[in-house]
Nanobody
């Protein structure tokens, strides 16, 4: 059974940093694109960052460029999201996702087959 388990969320102040982790089990994703999505109350789930299987290529939502960094450690089957200079508008439930296959930096929710349960990130002003 494939599982993605996120950790690292919490309550922080504006300007602080957090690092989210997503540990996968049940299969390896070293040749599949993975991503971090977020959903704020009343808003649709949207891609924050994506990374190819090798980690060589990434893409980011415009509003987080320069502040967030996605990375992965394939031997550990884990993807990370380093979030710096956090803002109140970054408050959301953050979820990691993995494609079944394909080294693609997709931003479409329906192109990811596996999802974690999500972790809450709250940034106070």
């Amino acid at each position: 059974q494939v599982q993605l388990v996120e950790s690292g969320g919490g309550l922080v102040q504006a300007g602080d940093s957090l690092r989210l982790s997503c540990a996968a089990s049940g299969r390896t994703f070293s040749t599949s694109g993975m991503g971090w999505f977020r959903q704020a109350p009343g808003k649709e789930r949207a891609l924050v960052a994506a990374i190819t299987g090798s980690g060589a290529y990434t893409r980011y939502k415009d509003s987080v460029k320069g502040r967030y960094t996605i990375s992965r450690d394939n031997p550990k089957n884990t993807v990370y999201l380093q979030m710096n200079s956090l803002k109140p508008e970054d408050t959301a439930v953050y979820s990691c996702a993995a494609r079944i296959s394909g080294n693609v930096l997709s931003r479409r929710v329906d192109e990811y087959a596996y999802w974690g349960q999500g972790t809450q990130v709250t940034v106070s002003s």
